[in-house]
């Protein structure tokens, strides 16, 4: 059956063609923030999403990082009394919007 009989068929699937999704995810285990592993930092997972569109040479893309708003912090300076100080929380969901150029 050929899809390219039909008009509208035809914009439906060059932009299913044009379209890519994707859905990383990352998994960081427990953390230990110093060489005397007197402390450690507790494990955390994360999960994008990103959905790019391409027209001719330019392509269009929207990301949402920490799609479920995940706390977490991947830095500790140093250990006090048997848990983790001088943390550096990482950031929350977040929302980019960008355009690449390919010539």
Do not use: H
């Amino acid at each position: 059956k050929n899809v390219f009989k039909n008009p509208l068929r035809r914009i439906q699937q060059q932009a299913a063609e044009a379209s890519r999704a994707n859905r990383p995810e990352g998994w960081v285990d427990t953390q230990y923030p110093t060489f005397a592993n007197d402390c450690s930092m507790p494990s955390y997972a994360t999960a994008d999403v990103r959905y790019g569109y391409q027209i001719r040479n330019v392509e269009l893309a929207l990301t949402v990082a920490n799609l479920a708003d995940a706390k977490y912090y991947s830095v500790a300076q140093t250990c006090t009394s048997g848990a983790p100080a001088a943390i550096y929380p990482e950031a929350g969901r977040t929302v980019t919007a960008s355009v690449r150029l390919k010539f």
